[in-house]
């Protein structure tokens, strides 16, 4: 069962400009959400999370954005840069349940 | 580099076979996780390892079973293969102070398997 879905398998923006990567969830359980990017031959990297109990955190050129009513999550990274071109995960998972949930991913590229 | 290590790096077997997949978590990294990320799909969380005892299981099939020793590294084991295990196999560590899964996770490169 999908219970975190990244509907766009693929993204391409123009360095500089802003890539908005989102990512929809189905389970309300869920508490606490992370976004990893991957970088072909390499296993993913932590990026960046946010804990249900805020809708926003933001971290240099990354923001998260939370909203609980619609189980709806974004990624934003302004500027972006050609080395941000990644495959980027969504994943989330609850406190009393060790089971984190990833999507499918979506893969970004910025041209120059 | 993320201080996880995998081997091996490839495996290429054939069906019906037994293989074990290997994970260094980072140094005093207590916990261990097994992920499959299969053609086209997500990272579909297999099990978690803290300290020795399994803490966590997710999609793992009755086919597969992991551990994790002593000194802390972990080993998957994977049987009676068929086409579709065909998959890369991520294992990733955490400090684990919680021993939760809302930890950061640091991810190996993983071992591309194929079975023919």
């Known amino acids: 069962d999908q219970q975190v879905k990244q509907n766009s398998p693929s993204l391409s923006v123009q360095e500089g400009r802003i890539s908005i990567l989102n990512c929809d969830y189905t389970?309300?359980?869920?508490?606490?959400f992370l976004w990893y990017k991957k970088y072909p031959a390499e296993g993913p990297t932590f990026l960046i999370s946010?804990?249900?109990?805020?809708d926003k955190n933001e971290d240099g050129r990354f923001t998260v954005f939370l909203n609980k009513s619609a189980k709806h999550l974004s990624l934003h990274i302004v500027p972006s840069q050609p080395g941000d071109s990644a495959v980027y995960f969504c994943?989330?998972?609850?406190?009393?349940?060790?089971?984190?949930?990833f999507g499918a991913g979506t893969r970004l590229t910025v041209k120059p | 580099d993320s201080g996880v290590t995998q081997t091996p790096k490839h495996l290429i077997t054939a069906t019906g076979q037994r293989v074990t997949l290997r994970c260094s978590p980072r140094?005093?990294?207590?916990?261990v996780y097994w992920y499959q990320q299969s053609l086209d799909q997500g990272l579909q969380f297999l099990i978690q390892?803290?300290?020795?005892?399994?803490?966590a299981k997710g999609n793992i099939l009755e086919r597969f079973s992991a551990q994790q020793f002593p000194d802390l590294h972990s080993e998957l084991n994977l049987s009676s293969l068929e086409l579709g295990d065909s998959a890369l196999y991520f294992c990733a560590s955490s400090a684990s102070l919680t021993g939760t899964v809302q930890e950061t996770q640091y991810f190996g490169p993983g071992t591309r398997l194929l079975v023919l």
């Open positions: 140094s005093g990294d207590l916990s």
């Open positions: 994943a989330a998972s609850t406190n009393n349940n060790n089971d984190m949930r």
């Open positions: 389970n309300s359980m869920f508490d606490y």
């Open positions: 390892y803290y300290n020795g005892e399994e803490r």
């Open positions: 946010i804990s249900s109990i805020k």
